[in-house]
T-cell receptor, first 114, second 112 residues
Framework: GENVEQHPSTLSVQEGDSAVIKCTYS??????FPWYKQELGKRPQLIID?????GEKKDQRIAVTLNKTAKHFSLHITETQPEDSAVYFC?????????????FGTGTRLTIIP | KAGVTQTPRYLIKTRGQQVTLSCSPI?????VSWYQQTPGQGLQFLFE???????NKGNFPGRFSGRQFSNSRSEMNVSTLELGDSALYLC???????????FGEGSRLTVL
């Protein structure tokens, strides 16, 4: 089955700097890669996703890049703000219509230092 | 539109007991998934139901089971509870066409 590794497990950055979180996956058939953000005591929420036919996707200050050959994908957050402090989870799955079975990474706790 | 609702939010059980957790998906969502969240392990997939059928199952023992009703509401059951079953159990629903998972706030289970 799919296996997703995520690094680093913790990350602290100064407010205004950029943060990068990296994930690798094992199943070359996986075609959908979402990122979820979980604030303390709250539910995970989708922040951005990418499908295997796209190499990069941006949404304001966040972007995700995908390298299918190397089987890794990354989350980039620019101009970080205090509200970006949270745990971020990457995930991967083979899905044609939806993400029926997501394999998640173990999470990255991002702390923004004011 | 109401979000995903999970009950109960908190519960404490002792080893050997069983527990049933409930999940009401977003109206119109027919897929319901369950995940176990523990510190250090992230979110681990338990099972997924669509139109009352289990379509996918994770690598959990048979003590973990679930079902989905005709109104898409879902329940999961854990029998013969062990200390290691202490976790936050998250339910998520999705619209097949969208792909995004919408999570509930979870049911936090403590096994003593």
């Amino acid at each position: 089955g799919e296996n997703v590794e995520q690094h680093p497990s913790t990350l602290s950055v100064q407010e205004g700097d950029s943060a990068v979180i990296k994930c690798t996956y094992s199943d070359s058939a996986s075609n959908y890669f979402p990122w979820y953000k979980q604030e303390l005591g709250k539910r995970p929420q989708l922040i951005i996703d990418i499908r295997s036919n796209v190499g990069e996707k941006k949404d304001q200050r966040i972007a995700v890049t995908l390298n299918k050959t190397a089987k890794h994908f990354s989350l980039h957050i620019t101009e970080t703000q205090p509200e970006d402090s949270a745990v971020y989870f990457c995930a991967a799955t083979l899905s044609n219509f939806g993400n029926e079975k997501l394999t998640f990474g173990t999470g990255t706790r991002l702390t923004i230092i004011p | 539109k109401a979000g995903v609702t999970q009950t109960p939010r908190y519960l404490i059980k002792t080893r050997g007991q069983q527990v049933t957790l409930s999940c009401s998906p977003i109206s119109g969502h027919r897929s319901v998934s369950w995940y176990q969240q523990t510190p250090g392990q992230g979110l681990q997939f338990l099972f997924e139901y669509f139109s009352e059928t289990q379509r996918n199952k994770g690598n959990f023992p048979g003590r973990f089971s679930g079902r989905q009703f005709s109104n898409s509401r879902s329940e999961m059951n854990v029998s013969t509870l062990e200390l290691g079953d202490s976790a936050l159990y998250l339910c998520a629903s999705s619209s097949r066409e969208v792909g995004e998972l919408f999570f509930g706030e979870g049911s936090r289970l403590t096994v003593l």
